[in-house]
C-alpha cells in the first residue's frame, strides 16, 4: 500500500469510528430521555391523582348534609320551617347605607 491510501484508510477508520460513537451517543440520549419521560410522567399521573383527592375531600367537606347537621349539633341552628322568597329590608337602612358609600367614595 502506498503512503496516501493508508492515509485515506485510517482517515475513513476514524471518520468510521466517529460516526459509530456519535450514534451510540445518540441512542444513549434518546433511551435517557426516554427514561426521563416516564418519570415525569408517572410524577404527573401522581400529582393528578392527589389533586382528584383532594377534590374529592373538598367535596366531603362541602356537602350540604355535613353543614347542617354542623349547624344543627354544634352552633344550635334550626332550620326555617318554609323557605324565604323574600328578604326585607328596611328603606331607612338602604339610606344609611348609601350615604356611607356616597360619603366614603366622595
Known amino acids: 500500500m ?9 482517515f475513513i477508520v476514524f471518520a468510521f469510528a466517529f460516526l ?13 430521555m426516554t427514561r426521563e419521560k416516564i418519570t415525569k410522567t408517572e410524577l404527573l399521573n401522581e400529582k393528578l391523582n392527589r389533586i ?8 366531603k367537606l362541602s356537602s350540604e348534609e355535613r353543614i347542617v347537621k ?12 318554609e323557605n324565604l322568597n323574600t328578604i326585607r329590608v328596611d328603606k331607612f337602612q ?11 367614595y366622595d
Not at 338602604?94 to 366614603?104: D, T
Open 70 to 81: 354542623i349547624a344543627k349539633d354544634t352552633l344550635g341552628m334550626l332550620s326555617p320551617i
Open 52 to 59: 382528584e383527592l383532594k377534590t374529592v375531600e373538598i367535596q
Open 20 to 32: 459509530i460513537f456519535l450514534h451510540v451517543a445518540t441512542v444513549n440520549e434518546i433511551k435517557n
Open 2 to 10: 502506498s503512503k496516501s491510501s493508508t492515509i485515506r484508510f485510517i
Open 94 to 104: 338602604i339610606e344609611q347605607l348609601e350615604k356611607l358609600l356616597q360619603e366614603k
